[in-house]
């Protein structure tokens, strides 16, 4: 019996567009209803690549003026 099974892509292997990417802040590339564009927080999505590096922006600010990600424990303190 041959293998009926068909490859899955990754979500963003055929996207037009691609993760934006600012400091530690990144907004991710999806497709929403058969369109292309952004996902931002709080179940936002557009179209318009400007508005989504702006709240990647924003999001980096509100990242920075909270102290940051914390960094990773030390590989030999991990369990």
Known sequence: MTNLRVPQLRMVEHLRCDDLCFGLAV?????FRGEEG???????FTRNRIE???????MHAIIETNGGLPKP??????A
């Open 27 to 31: 907004v991710k590339a999806a497709k």
């Open 38 to 44: 952004w996902t931002l927080p709080g179940c936002k």
């Open 52 to 58: 989504a590096f702006n709240v990647c922006k924003k």
């Open 73 to 78: 424990p030390k590989r030999n303190q991990a």
